[in-house]
T-cell receptor, first 118, second 116 residues
């Protein structure tokens, strides 16, 4: 099956610094990628939809200046948490849809990135 | 409103026993339905999916699910649970189309514990 890779899988940073998380589709092209946030023992909450070559679409309540998303190519989307604070500590997961299989609705998920802000 | 409900937050079963995880959905269009499994600190792995056709779908690891349109349900089953099945299970519903229309709506998950 299609593979989506996230990096880093675990990151610890100091409050006030910025952290970049990468999401790559390894064996397919993804025109659309999604970024989720998952709090402990909670479901996935969609943060934003990342479209290749255009601005990301953010869900209500998600600060676009806080969570910068860049989808520069068909295989890479990045999420940058700017000026991170302890409340930003969470598990961030990305998913991608195969450009060819757009109408199937199936998404492929990355392994997730755990961010801890001290 | 579109939603997915997993009524059971936590289920404990004995190893070797049968399992059924419930999922109900509310969706305006023809739904595409998915079950994902998540181990602690890991991403999501697709167990099975329903797009059309036979309403009983087979997935990986011996799981199956049945789509019942009249009940708006897509329950996940396994005849004999293994200790390695202990994880969090998420039901999700999606639709055709690209962009945000193709995103999935997730239930809150059911945590499965397996007793030896």
């Amino acid at each position: 099956g299609a593979v989506v890779s996230q990096h880093p899988s675990w990151v610890i940073c100091k409050s006030g610094t910025s952290v970049k998380i990468e999401c790559r589709s390894l064996d397919f092209q993804a025109t659309t990628m999604f970024w989720y946030r998952q709090f402990p023992k909670q479901s996935l909450m969609l943060m934003a939809t990342s479209n290749e070559g255009s601005k990301a679409t953010y869900e209500q309540g998600v600060e676009k200046d806080k969570f910068l998303i860049n989808h520069a190519s068909l295989t890479l989307s990045t999420l940058t948490v700017t000026s991170a604070h302890p409340e930003d500590s969470s598990f961030y997961i990305c998913s991608a849809r195969d450009r060819v299989g757009t109408n199937t609705g199936e998404l492929f998920f990355g392994e997730g990135s755990r961010l801890t802000v001290l | 409103a579109q939603s997915v409900t997993q009524p059971d937050i936590h289920i404990t079963v004995s190893e070797g026993a049968s399992l059924e995880l419930r999922c109900n959905y509310s969706y305006g269009a023809t739904p595409y339905l998915f079950w994902y499994v998540q181990s602690p600190g890991q991403g999501l792995q697709l167990l099975l999916k329903y797009f059309s056709g036979d309403t009983l779908v087979q997935g990986i690891k011996g799981f199956e699910a049945e789509f019942k349109r009249s009940q708006s349900s897509f329950n996940l089953r396994k005849p004999s649970v293994h200790w390695s099945d202990a994880a969090e299970y998420f039901c999700a519903v999606g639709a055709l189309g690209g962009g945000s229309q193709g995103n999935l709506i997730f239930g809150k998950g059911t945590k499965l514990s397996v007793k030896p």
